[in-house]
């Protein structure tokens, strides 16, 4: 089993910058691919970017391309979403996934889920 505790969120200003973190604190599972996804107030989840951990590529929505930066640190078992410029449409609770595989890696079809971090922007 894989169980995925996130960590990072909070409640900043506009235009500022946040790091998240998803450390697989149990892994007896192949975490090929771990993503972050994110539901806003009113709205459907969404995938945010994701990353193939054996080194495949990255993943990322539109909407957030050149502001957030997945990446991974495999002798941590945790994989980061950098996130910069920050808008008020950010705000969401974010959650990451994990897998040994997915056919879409921003599609919630994931096998492991963590509990979500909240990430507030005011303007």
């Known amino acids: 089993e894989v169980q995925l505790v996130e960590s990072g969120g909070g409640s900043v200003q506009a235009g500022v910058s946040l790091r998240l973190a998803c450390t697989a604190s149990?892994?007896?599972?192949?975490?090929?691919?771990v993503g972050w996804f994110r539901r806003r107030p009113g709205k459907a989840r969404e995938g945010v970017a994701a990353?193939?951990?054996?080194?495949?590529?990255?993943y990322y929505a539109d909407s957030v391309k050149g502001r957030f930066t997945i990446s991974q640190d495999n002798g941590k078992n945790t994989v980061y979403l950098q996130m910069t410029r920050l808008k008020p449409e950010d705000t969401a609770m974010y959650y990451c996934?994990?897998?040994?595989?997915?056919?879409?890696?921003?599609?919630?079809?994931?096998?492991?889920w963590g509990q979500g971090t909240q990430v507030t922007v005011s303007s």
């Open positions: 996934a994990a897998d040994s595989r997915t056919w879409s890696p921003l599609a919630p079809q994931y096998n492991y």
């Open positions: 149990i892994n007896t599972y192949s975490t090929n691919y």
């Open positions: 990353i193939d951990t054996r080194g495949g590529g990255t």
